[in-house]
């Protein structure tokens, strides 16, 4: 079993059970409660942060001439923006010292929404208009950290952006530590990794190669810099299925000698039934990690790949909406 690095995740304050919604409750979220053990939460309510109460009166975003967003009470109309937006700055640099892996926000929510937050044409009993936008708060975060995954809690019910976001926390807090070490340290997460870096772009995870085996005249400390800015863009897209079949048959070649003809059949079958969306990539990853602990091979059995992220967070429901 892999040990884990506990990912830092910056939270929607209401996502973690507290009670700070405008109406005195709070959210249930099973995913953050799932993931609770496995991360350190830093919680923020930018509402109740700014000196609001609770339960107070619902807040809305209104768009004024068609050319910006105020945040407004939604009855009575008392514009709030400058304030949010202060607190918002302020609270994103405080973060910068700290080291943030991931982002989980409340959707919908005039402060926290990422994208889906509703746009109306004037406080009151107006409709809202087909516009959807992000929360002010969220706003500033995704300014601020635009390499980090950031989500709401709504988008994690999708099957794929949830392994999505889980491989991109766990692999970034596991990068931070090696930034405190050395450059065979470097070089052993960048080896550990590159089966998982081949399925997200081969085309960085040959950048990520160069830099590891050029590293004789640079410093430590710019070599980091570099790595981790091409890591951030191969874990900022999804895999898809075409890179990773490639590197499911890359990784079938080390067993293709040892293997009776019907295995190499029933693999293949599998890896054309993934291409085709019948099964999921776990079934003809799973294939290929039988053989890399039945033939032991040592190199493979030390793929992050096989293990992305902690395995008590595997949940395979899936809301289909997203991405
Ligand atoms: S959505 Fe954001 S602002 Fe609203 S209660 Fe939750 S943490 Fe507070």
Known sequence: MRQFIKPNILLSSCLDDIACRYDGSSVRSPFVKRLKPYANFVTVCPEV????????????????????????????GEDITDKMKAFSESFREELLSEEIHGVILKGRSPCCGIKDVKV????????????????????????????????????????TIREHFFTRIFTLAEFQTIKKKSIEELIKFHNENKFLFMAYSLFNLKKLEKLVTDNKTTSLKSLL?????????????????????????????????????????FFLDNLASYGNK??????????????????????????????????????????????
Not at 291 to 299: A, D, G, L, T
Request: net charge neutral; aromatic share 10%.
């Open 120 to 159: 109306y044409k004037a406080c009151g009993k107006s409709s809202a208009t087909s516009k959807k936008t992000s929360g002010l708060f969220a706003e500033k975060i995704l300014e601020k950290f635009p390499h980090i995954a950031v989500e709401d809690e709504g988008r994690l019910m999708n099957y």
């Open 225 to 265: 810099e570099e790595y981790e800015g091409h890591l951030n863009k191969v874990l900022s897209v999804y895999p898809r299925p075409l890179r990773n079949i490639n590197m499911l048959l890359h990784l079938f070649g080390y067993f293709s000698k040892e293997l009776s003809q019907h295995e190499k059949a």
């Open 49 to 76: 942060a700014i000196g609001l109460p609770t339960p107070r009166q619902a807040l809305r975003i209104i768009s004024v001439n068609d050319s910006e967003h105020r945040l407004v009470f939604s009855k009575t």
């Open 278 to 323: 019948k099964v999921p990539f776990s079934v003809p990853l799973a294939i290929i990690h039988t053989w890399v602990i039945r033939f032991e091979n040592e190199y493979l059995l030390g793929q992050t790949l096989f293990e992305t992220f902690p395995s008590d967070l595997i949940e395979v429901t899936d809301s289909g909406k997203g991405v």
